[in-house]
């Protein structure tokens, strides 16, 4: 980002004397970096969440037996996630008469704004990264967090008890499930002692956090488990539990609204994908091997395919999870959060840090 | 045990109230005097040699001069099963209620009662069951009507018609009205309606 | 498992008057249920049924014998054959005439494999109410092969109108034994996969396992039928017990819910006496397609204009869901004077005032699931 700001400020562009007016804004580097930060943000999610969308598609039909989109846009329905883009886009913009006006209306935005707002931090490949904050897990973890406050507004304010109790649900859900969320990632965050995932990444290169020690695996799946009831997908996805409450608390919107809430539910799984393969399955370090990914810009193309290639893989584990499991009732999704991963988060953080402590070694040498 | 031997222990059980056994045609049944029903049943659900454990269906039938209510009971135990028959009224058909010993009869009764208009004394709960309520008239009877309208909404073409023509006369009517009041100038505040 | 129920005293608390409305995807139907809950808990519930009302019973009375057929597939639409044998059984009771041999033989396959499709989609939708969306799409893969059947047969893939008051319409085309011994060797091989999927996960044990528990008492009394009054522990099947078509010729289990997962009589045991049932009726069609007949499809004793003497009559048949039974009472002419049905889901679904209060809202879904209610007999 600061390489951008100054690119930006060297730039001939900026300083040739026939825009005078130009050169005393000193903010306008800033201006125009953030711009192209925006649109490389929002073009990397738009085309994430379009190909997410045909690739759950794809891959629920295959595991049920069927083969899913093939026509739109000719090869196995690749424009399909388009068509139906355009199609909420252009759909009628239906709001409930006796629903609250501005709740209503901000929910979805701030729904959306608060999943995509993690991006800021994550760091796609060496150097590739919005802003590298040296608070960066919990920054992601905070301002996820922001979205139930969205979720409760949009139950609410549809004015329709199903909706009601899709958002209370969630809330209850999603807040439980944050601490087993935080604390498994104190874990890798106690093995580098720094909080900002570049670090956690390059303290990998060579040997993946997941499997150097029990405390970090157990840790990778607490987080993996804890991280999907957070997004609120199956099985967990008790709040828009589509065969009980229809659609839950977004039951009462429809087309580009109703498009935010979807988006922000890949946008969430397109987070805690790469947060778990940045914090245990090594970023955009290959195992066993030493590559230098700052050397040059190839190399550094190459580590975001790698960290890509993991963040899809995470993405492919939620989704075959979600069309085999059935759903979680609500109190069993809290008791199993509250009984059984938190202690499991708690124990690993105590033992890591301890470990950590004593210096000792689970595999030598390493 | 065949329903003639089920008529004979009832009787020698000394169970008041059975009226007659009829042999057919067809589905032999046993004839109850309406008010002994409730005791009937009880003592076929309770003998050993009986234990007629649940009743399968529970029938309005409206015949010209009489309706008739008839109990299929069952005995998943013993694999055997009997008809009663009770015969009504044809003006207040009434029947106490056999939810007390069957609590399956409860639904049973509330459709019976909802489309052919037999009481159950005894009832908890005697309602409409398919129908909503205030709807006028028990379907199953042979001299029903279809009301013209419920609750606002007509029912037949000719009601529907006749609602719009009133509708619309009522318009033209308050048309009228405010035209008359404007051309004899009344000291209105010149206020355009509506 | 019942959660606590504590009210702090000094937090006002509320109850919600929700409408499980008639358009609801886990009702089966336009069912409607209004639900008092505290929070999670219901704590008073009603229901209200109607909304699929057509007067079925009234349409009896304006039509002829035959012509009723139809609308008998209409009742419990996913069994249509089912429901078409009852009423031609009651009429032929009227009549005093029986079937030929084959045809009892090819009307006890055709249902026992509606048995099948109509367990399969039982199996299908409560995973989908449950949650899981896969189940549901292997299950309609082996409804396609029985629907196919059935459309070779009789044309029509789910109002067969198939069987005729005496017999049954049409013979079974050339192909169509082989075709069906290989539906049948094809849904043996898949029966395990649907305990992989969902029978035996975690995750739907814990939704279905010891919810919503009915005692044999409680079945009994409230006229449940057939695989929810197995699953609650009472051993009673028609098909063995008052025997009707070709049963008594036949070899077959009837399943009883043990509590396996749970207590007996829970929605695990109802889900799961269908699954026992899908191999047993598997069981069946293979042994009426070994001693199938040669012969007449329709007795010739029936005239084409249908006058039973005066009388009555009730057939009760075993349905997927339950006991069936048609009570037609004749006055010699040719229309009923009267038909009355015996609908099994409508006694299944009365026990919900009762059983409801104190489950939580999820549990509801689980329940109904596992009732298998069709509204179209509900409401007829």
Known sequence: ?366 | MQPAQIFEKLQAEGVAGLLEFAEGPIDPSILVEPDKLQEVLSVLKEHDDLRFDQLSLLSGVPYEDRFECVYHLLSTVLKHAIVLRVKLDAQEPSVPTASTVHPTADWHERETFDLVGIRFEGHPDLRRIYLPEGWVGHPMRRDYVDPEEFQGIPLTDVKREEWEAEEKAAKAAAAEGAASEEAAGSGSDGKAEG | MKPETEKYTDVPTQEMLISMGPQHPATHGVLRLVIKADGEIITYADVDVGNLHRCEERVGQNLKYPQFVPYTDRLDYLSGMNNNLGFCLSVEKLLGVEAPERAQYIRTIMVELNRIASHLVAFGTYSLDIGAWTPLLYAFREREWIVKLFEQVCGARMTFNYMKIGGVREDLPTGWIADCRRFLDEQERRWPEYNRILSNNQIFIKRTANVATVSAEDALAFGWTGPCLRASGVDFDLRRDFPYLVYDKLDFDVCTGEGLKGTVGDCWDRYWVRMLEILQSVRIVRQCLDNLPDGDIVTKEVKKNIKPPAGEAYVRTENPKGEVGYYVVSDGSAIPWRVRIRAPSFNNLSLIPKILPGLMIADVVAFIGSLDIVLGEVDR
């Open chain 1, 1 to 366: 980002m600061e390489s951008l700001i100054e690119f930006f400020k060297g730039s001939e562009f900026l300083s040739d004397p026939g825009i005078g007016w130009m050169q005393e804004m000193a903010f306008l580097p800033h201006v125009l970096a953030y711009a192209v930060v925006f649109a490389a943000v929002f073009g990397v999610f738009g085309v994430f969440a379009m190909f997410a969308i045909w690739m759950e598609r794809k891959v629920s039909a295959h595991m049920q037996s069927r083969i899913g989109p093939m026509r739109t846009g000719g090869w196995h329905g690749w424009a399909q996630s388009l068509a139906d883009g355009i199609k909420l886009f252009v759909k009628e913009d239906i709001r409930p008469g006796a629903a609250n006006a501005v709740l209503w209306v901000v929910a979805p935005a701030l729904v959306f704004c608060a999943a995509i707002a993690g991006f800021v931090a994550l760091p796609i490949s060496q150097g590739w990264v919005v802003n590298d904050l040296n608070l960066g897990v919990f920054y992601i973890v905070a301002i996820a967090s922001i979205e139930v406050v969205g979720v409760i507004m949009a139950g609410w304010s549809s004015n329709n008890k199903w909706s009601l109790l899709g958002a209370i649900r969630e809330g209850a859900q999603v807040v439980s499930y944050e601490i087993p969320a935080a604390m498994t990632l104190m874990v890798p965050i106690l093995m580098v002692g720094s909080f900002s995932l570049t670090d956690i990444v390059n303290a990998q290169q060579g040997s993946w956090f997941i499997w150097q020690s029990p405390w970090l695996f157990i840790a990778a799946v607490v987080y993996f488990v804890s991280s999907i009831a957070g997004c609120k997908r199956a099985p967990f996805d008790m709040p828009e539990a589509e065969s009980e409450l229809v659609a839950g608390f977004h039951t009462e919107y429809s087309g580009l609204r109703f498009a935010f809430f979807f988006m922000e539910e890949y946008a969430s799984v397109f987070i805690v994908s790469g947060v778990f393969a940045t914090c245990f399955l090594g970023g955009w370090n290959l195992p066993f091997v030493d590559l230098d990914f700052a050397s040059s810009g190839w190399m550094v193309f190459v580590g975001a395919l790698i960290c890509m290639a993991k963040i899809m893989f995470m993405v492919f584990m939620q989704m075959w999870l979600r069309w085999t499991l059935p759903r979680l009732r609500v109190d069993q999704v809290m008791s199993m959060g509250y009984k059984y991963l938190t202690p499991f988060a708690f124990l690993c953080v105590v033992g890591a840090a301890v470990y950590e402590y004593a210096g000792w070694n689970w595999i030598p040498g390493v």
